[in-house]
């Protein structure tokens, strides 16, 4: 099951099926020598399928076969061995990005890579110690998935009086501090995150404290997910590289990896 939510999710986002046909398959036939261990050439194989197959189930084994053998050397994603949904969705883009920009350069600037042009945010982490006065130079990255902890989901006071964007912003931020580096301060501070840009597809990742989550506590979770995030919740400066919407209209995917259990939420 931790395949198909993958698969499922980027199959139901029409942004990336868009420029996946258009900018990557169409070039990568061409360059591609990888034969059935090539992950773009899988969920090609696999939206094929989806779009003209008459059958009543497509088990997705070409993509199985490529991710075992793409990561065999790391022990991951094996024939018959279950993995985390969220992580195998991460390490498609990623294969995709590879694909496209083999040199891995940081940030990526590559016009056509999908996977940094519509899943990549760009974010700014800053430290200025209001004790001292101290600041560091910023430390700038781009983030696919924003992985956020349950405990700090749920554990937010008054949770259910704030907005969903607001709680997963607190959530994302709780737990991150830094030690002042003056010598005379040494105080404990919060590292501030900034997001520099905000991507055409936000994915969320939850983090679980246990393998073995209650019912009660699944579904407590979530309740606590909404249909909507307003991007003005979302510290960020005020002037960015682009201009984005207020909102996105829905969370555009989402993988929520309960204990052996995978749940997808995506938007069309």
């Given amino acids: 099951c931790f395949l198909n939510s993958s698969i499922q999710i980027l199959w139901h986002l029409d942004v990336f099926r868009r420029s996946f046909r258009h900018v990557h398959v169409e070039s990568h036939r061409k360059e591609c020598h990888r034969g ?3 992950v773009v050439c899988s969920l090609e194989i696999i939206f094929t399928q989806y779009q003209h197959s008459e059958a009543t189930a497509l088990p997705p084994d070409s993509m199985r076969r490529a991710l075992a053998q793409t990561y065999e050397n790391e022990s991951r994603f094996q024939l018959g061995v279950m993995d985390d949904g969220a ?4 390490h498609i883009l990623s294969c995709i990005h590879g694909h496209v920009n083999p040199s891995d350069e940081d940030p990526c600037t590559t016009p056509y890579c999908i996977t940094h042009r519509k899943f990549a945010a760009t974010i700014e982490e800053k430290f200025d110690c209001p004790h001292c006065g101290s600041t560091t130079e910023p430390f700038v990255y781009a983030q696919i998935i924003n992985y956020v902890s349950v405990l700090a989901l749920i554990g937010q006071p008054n949770e259910r009086r704030i907005s969903f964007g607001a709680n997963l912003y607190k959530s994302g931020s709780t737990g991150q ?6 010598i005379s301060c040494r105080q404990l501070v919060g590292i501030q995150k900034t997001a520099l840009t905000h991507p055409d597809i936000l994915s969320i990742g939850l983090i679980w404290d246990t393998d073995s989550a209650s019912v009660e506590h699944v579904s407590q979770v979530l309740s606590m997910i909404d249909t909507r995030i307003r991007l003005s919740e979302v510290p960020r400066p005020p002037c960015g590289d682009r201009p984005t919407p207020d909102s996105f209209p829905h969370p555009r995917s ?6 052996k259990t995978t749940i997808t ?3 069309p």
């Fill in 265 to 267: 939420f995506s938007s």
């Fill in 87 to 90: 992580e195998c969705y991460e």
């Fill in 177 to 182: 501090y830094q030690v002042c580096q003056n």
């Fill in 254 to 259: 989402s993988t929520v990896r309960a204990p």
């Fill in 36 to 38: 059935k261990s090539c």
